[in-house]
């Protein structure tokens, strides 16, 4: 057992105040005086009115409603900016990092972060922005982009950042779901030395919206677009004009602060809103727990600002704390695999926090990739966005981490807004595999199918059982689908869709989704988006898609499809099927795995038996592990599809 224990470094535990003693002090008192210890950490923020109350949440049917910092007032630009400026104007804000290695780099003060912001806000002030109004962002990692949500922040306007390997269709979804009138783009983005035409997406989006009244584009590569006159403006001929000082806007700290489109188990994307205060302290408090940021440090999240990571630990976390952020254009593993360590050492970052699917698809690689790089700037490993398998992480900790950085390994969700279960540097003892710890306030729980909490160590569905600051609000635009969503399956509690294994220390090991969500190279992808794409192809009758184990995505897709009574199977189609999905929704939906199945196995209610699905993808195809079919409309189905089962 005491080899799976990594007990916190001694220079860890010398070198910051968060001790064991003073994590578990703090937990059990953000559970015992919620009220008292949330208002004292409200102070980290710089309020216009500081509130009055914390936590007026209930998960309660009938006074349902989640609401943090109510009569407070603030803004989160002005948090993550200008309060900076009196003692740091000239610190770095932000570092940008090319695509291309060959490149330069660019640097922003806060001073010119200020300055960026503001013209910025302006710019979107004049295309008719206000305060409400819902703006999209479809933008490739470059600076712009985080100005682009602190700008609509700054006015109040809520963002709603679409990932750039979104297609057309998938961001027409999203523009029109929460009705956006402004969408910022680049004219094309950059990754891996490959271009993405991010402005022809828009284009093509646009023709199916008819909210979206100015497209503000950003000149990023120079590369041909077309601009419509009227609708579209140049963001470098905008901020010429307008001025660099734009007051922020005071915001109620209820107020929306973005929206983010993410997968459930249902075919359409939920748009989870969060609001100011609640939101911004969240994330501030555990950037600082989890990553212990000290002046100077340069720290590195190479997420996507595309998802709910790059939202609360590239732009909002750290800067709220005054750090100096390091924002990546490309791909971890090029133009070599050694790219992601080659800028952590340009850099001197203090920190790396990546996904376990880069570091298995790194790990492959050998390890000279990684020994040949000066690492000795990096203190800290974080990880998120799926379960890391304790090979990653031994590989992670020993070979990049030299045996002396904790890995800091987040659990949590774009619903929960930041980390919720996760160790921090200097307090927490790791093992490898498990997130292991609450962060304050967090009051998991471990239930049973039937709700039944169980005790001490056990394995189930994790619940939470109260409300957090970051938790999200609603869904926009459909407050029921919220509550039915997360709060009827085990009622007064949130409901994660994951299942966890609490050991006998009370450490937390997530188990995975217990839902019809899989999990592709830590993107969420719901299996109900992919059935949808495919059974709108014209060759397709009816379609299930499930999870299969791939060594390097975690998890892969694998698809079986039912044409028409008329179509017959062939390689070509197969491939037609691939690409489709592709189209559709983007690459990261492309299924790894399509079988044709002349039927699939549904009950005599007609219910798809999935269980069935997910042994055949994973190749358990015994009686004993397909189960019980007896339940089966017509039980011959499982013969066919274990005989042409793919792979
Ligand atoms: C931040 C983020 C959320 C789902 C979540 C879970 C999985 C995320 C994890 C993890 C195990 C971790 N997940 N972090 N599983 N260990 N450290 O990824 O948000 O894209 O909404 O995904 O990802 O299954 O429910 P999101």
Not at 295 to 303: F, I, L, S
Not at 418 to 441: E, F, R, V
Request: hydrophobic residues 40%; glycine residues 10%; contains cysteine.
């Amino acid at each position: 057992m005491s080899e799976n224990l990594f007990p916190v470094p001694a220079e860890w535990s010398s070198g910051t105040s968060m001790t064991k003693n003073r994590r578990a002090a703090d937990h059990a008192r953000s559970l015992d005086d919620g009220e008292g210890y949330w208002l004292e950490q409200a102070r980290r923020l710089d309020w216009v009115t500081p509130p009055s109350r914390a936590n007026e949440s209930s998960f309660a049917e009938g006074d349902f409603g989640i609401k943090w910092f109510a009569d407070g007032v603030l803004n989160v630009s002005a948090n993550c900016i200008d309060r900076h400026l009196a003692t740091r104007a000239d610190d770095v804000a932000i570092i940008w990092e090319p695509d291309d290695p060959s490149e330069t780099p660019r640097i922003f003060t806060y001073r010119e972060l200020h300055e960026n912001v503001c013209r910025f806000a302006n710019v979107l002030k004049g295309a008719g922005a206000k305060k409400g109004d819902r703006v999209t962002v479809y933008m490739p990692m470059i600076p712009e982009a985080a100005f682009a949500l602190l700008a609509c922040a700054r006015i109040g306007a809520i963002h709603s950042v679409v990932f750039g390997g979104f297609s057309p269709e998938a961001l027409a979804g999203r523009i029109t779901d929460c009705d956006s009138n402004i969408v910022i783009t680049a004219d094309e983005g950059r990754r891996g030395g490959k271009k993405v035409p991010l402005k022809t997406n828009v284009d093509e989006a646009l023709k199916h919206c008819n909210s979206v009244r100015k497209v503000i584009v950003v000149k990023a590569t120079g590369g041909a677009i077309a601009m419509e006159p009227g609708r579209d403006l140049w963001l470098d001929e905008e901020t010429a004009k307008v001025s660099s000082e734009c007051p922020a806007e005071p915001m109620s700290a209820e107020d929306p602060l973005f929206i983010l489109y993410t997968s459930g188990s249902t075919g359409k994307p939920k748009g989870v809103l969060h609001t100011t205060g609640g939101y911004l302290l969240w994330a501030s408090l555990t950037h600082e727990l989890c990553f212990d940021y000290r002046p100077g440090d340069v720290y590195w999240c190479a997420a996507d600002i595309g998802w709910v990571t790059g939202h609360s630990y590239i732009v909002y976390g750290p800067l709220a704390n005054g750090a100096t952020t390091l924002m990546y254009e490309g791909l971890p593993n090029w133009p070599t695999p050694s790219r992601i360590w080659q800028v952590a050492e340009r850099h001197k970052a203090h920190t790396v926090f990546t996904a376990p699917t880069v570091l298995r698809a790194l790990m492959k690689e050998g390890d000279d990739f990684v020994t040949s790089v000066d690492r000795s700037s990096i203190r800290l490993l974080g990880t998120v966005g799926e379960p890391i398998n304790p090979e990653a992480w031994r590989w992670y900790h020993s070979v990049v981490g030299e045996g002396r950085c904790p890995i800091i390994d987040t659990w949590w969700q774009t619903e929960t807004g930041a980390a919720m279960i996760a160790p921090m540097p200097g307090a927490t003892d790791l093992k490898p595999g498990s997130a292991t710890l609450p962060m304050p306030g967090v009051e998991p729980q471990i239930v049973d199918g039937d709700g039944k909490i169980l005790d001490g160590a056990c394995e189930g569905n994790l619940v939470i059982a109260r409300s957090w600051p970051g938790q999200m609000r609603t869904v926009y635009g459909d407050h029921d689908r919220f509550f039915q969503t997360y709060f009827s399956t085990f009622p007064g509690k949130y409901t994660t869709g994951d299942g966890a294994r609490r050991d006998a220390d009370g450490y937390y090991w997530i188990t995975g989704r217990v839902d019809d969500v899989i999990n592709v190279s830590g993107h969420r992808m719901g299996t109900a988006e992919v059935e949808s794409a495919l059974v709108l192809h014209e060759t397709v009758a009816e379609a299930a898609v499930v999870g299969m184990p791939h060594d390097i995505k975690g998890q892969g897709i694998y698809a079986y499809v039912t044409l028409n009574a008329n179509e017959e199977p062939s390689e070509e189609l197969r491939k037609a099927l691939i690409k489709w999905v592709r189209t559709e929704i983007g690459p990261i939906a492309t299924p790894d795995v399509v079988q044709f199945a002349p039927g699939l196995p549904k009950t005599r209610s007609g219910k798809i038996m999935r269980r069935i699905l997910r042994k055949i993808a994973e190749g358990e195809v015994s009686p004993q592990a397909l189960g019980d079919t007896s339940t089966l409309a017509d039980p011959s189905v499982v013969d066919n599809l274990v005989a042409n089962r793919v792979g």
